[in-house]
């Protein structure tokens, strides 16, 4: 969709410098280049360190683990992390390749965080929930399947809220996980785990899953990329369902190029996954442009809308000055701004949390104590079930799974979830109307900064509002991208805010250029939580 | 297109929540459905005047409240008495908040069961052999070969 309006000449500037990535089985020589320009990713990064033997696959995999360990203590990311032998071994596999140049994949040498509601064939798969304590599958995930084959290195499972349900990792059967940027706050939900583990560089890349916010919100407040494919991108066969027609898996990283080129090698047609697209998937990891060589308004005729629904009381002003200035920025990078407006916005909302109640209470009704995870001893069947599943589920889970169940009830359906299926359908033609005219549409990813740990456990109405923005985008099943776009200041405290752009159906092509010469052009700003400070 | 005039010309509220208050202090507004031209005029002339919802006040429904132990056994979660005590009013607060969906008129507007979705691409219904059948059979809590085993249902009439 961009193309068109693309300056010939950057387009002409790219194809010659554009850096090469070996995709697994093509020819290994490099495009050769004046001077290659520094990587913009951290993928590219290792990967050149890699090939120019500046440094070995077991020294950066040491570099990751050894931070991983001295700060797991306090941040609490993982639910499991691989033994270390194991992943020095995988490392080790990788240096030998590449002393006998042989073929390497584009995620060589990479330490990937893998949530935990994801299957992994050889780790333990909890979904945050003791239901499923020490249970293992029999098969790895499409998307961890595609990881390995690209030569990423799973270096364990990230905590999440049980079952994806929740916004802080509060509600994870295990532990809490805390914002690298301020330990006393929550690092966001439900894929807290991935994106503080990204955040403070425990790994280079993660896998998140998003129902109503989850890659998104957590990016935001932990001041890393988030990247939402469209409902389809990415296989869905592994991840522990939730709700079935909103779930996506999503990728973390520490900028826009390195969640791109992850979701290039999870994506595509799987036959193990219906709803799986056979879109044709675009060269995602081709398009970012060294910063040096963008033209002056390398944005020039794009069109951005702002949700105005999002930009009102109730949002913290901070947050929107974030948002101002972020939109001030994209004008210097000649974009065309305009305001839109989604009256059906704030339905999104109960619709949402309608049909994932209801979609749930379904998909969790495996979860009987027979076939696998925990059993509690009942002399009678119906009992095994219910104490098993009162026993093994958390409070929120078990309240989300009761009022699925009551919205699907006889004589209730019509009046919730076949209401909320028709708000969906509005929601759906809101967007499609306002992306004919405009190319991207924008919004803060939270309406807050992350809060303090505890603040808002018991009261889950004030838990689901901070789900505002990020919601209406699952409805439609739209991709959308945050990254870090500034900061706010609480108490003694610097808490990064996260800009949501959202684009049309299978356009994360658009999304990643847009994101990245946002990126690379935003001024001043480091990322990295003084947690990991000079390390990295 | 009609509606997507009135969508950006239309002042309107949107949202107003604020994530730290009190559940109870919140207050939602809907903005208006663009979608049925004809009635528009009519729609906007009766939510003019549309007062903010408290979250505590029930929303406008007919239909019967949560009954807890009964939603329990449905989903067959045994739930304690103190659970039942904590679960009714968030589930009622909840609930309620759901009901505004009933207010908006949708006639008319076909339901999504999800996203937009391509023609058919399921697989061939052909079975294949699965290569970990012994991992499956390890996650089983109780198996005696080739037996699932249960305790006995017991008939509740």
Redesign the interface.
Known sequence: MLSSIQNPRLLRLSTLHQIPLRCLQTSTTPVPTPSSPQPTSQILRIRKSLLSRETTAVEIAKTFLSRLRRTEPQLKSFLYVSPEDGVLKQAEEIDRRIQNNEELGPLAGVLAGVKDNICT?DMPSTAGSKILEN?????DATAVKKLRENGAIIVGKTNLDEFGMGSTTEASGYQVTANPWDLSRVPGGSSGGSAAAVSAQQCAVSLGTDTGGSVRQPASFCGVVGLKP???RVSRYGLVAYA???DVIGCLGSSVADTGIVLQAVSG?D??D??????GIPNFASQFIPKDYLDSKPLKGLRVGVI??TL???VDPDVISSLQRSVSHLEDLGCTIS?????????G???Y??LASSES?SNL?RY????????VF??????????S??EG?G?EV??R???G???L?A??YD??Y?????????V???FR??L??NDVLISPAA??VA?KIG??KN????M???D?MTVNVNL???PALVLPCGFVEEGSSVLPVGLQMIGA?FDEESLLKIGHIFEQTLQGYSFVPPLVGDDF | ?G??AF??L?S?R??????????AQ?F????????SPVKKKCLVERRNHRTSHN?STAAN?S?EP?N?PR??E???????PD?VE??AP??K???D??G???A?D?ES??????????D????DDLPQI?E??E??IK????YEEPY?K?????NKE
């Not at chain 1, 219906?274 to 879109?279: L, V, W």
């Not at chain 1, 009942?378 to 104490?387: K, P, V």
């Not at chain 1, 009261?459 to 004030?462: F, G, I, K, Q, T």
């Not at chain 2, 996650?139 to 109780?142: D, G, L, T, V, Y």
Request: aromatic fraction near 12%.
């Open positions: 064939s249970y293992t599958p029999p098969y469209t409902y389809g079935s027609s909103l047609h036959k193990f219906a709803t799986s697209s056979k879109q105005r629904e009102v009381d109730g305001e839109v407006s989604f009256p059906s916005f704030s339905l909302l109960p619709a949390y309608i209470s009704a009987d104590g027979v076939r696998f995870g925990n059993q009942a002399d009678e069947l119906s009992t095994l079930y219910g104490d599943r009162a589920f409070s078990k309240l799974i009761l009022m169940t009551y919205a009830s004589g209730y009046a919730y076949k209401r909320a299926q028709q708000v969906r359908t509005l759906q033609k809101s109307a306002a004919e005219e309406p807050s809060y603040e808002k009261d889950p109405l004030a689901y509002a901070g505002i439609a099943g739209l159906a | 297109m509606s997507r969508m950006v239309l309107h949107g949202a107003y929540i604020n994530p730290s208050a009190n559940a919140l939602l507004t809907f903005g208006q459905s663009p979608f979250f429904s239909l949560p807890l939603l329990a449905t989903a067959r979660i045994s739930l304690t659970e904590e679960f968030k589930m607060q909840v609930v908040w759901f505004q969906l009933q908006i949708l507007i076909e339901p999504a069961m999800r996203a937009d979705t391509e058919d691409n399921s697989r699965f970990n059948r991992a499956i996650a089983m809590p109780s699932i249960v305790p006995k249902v017991l």
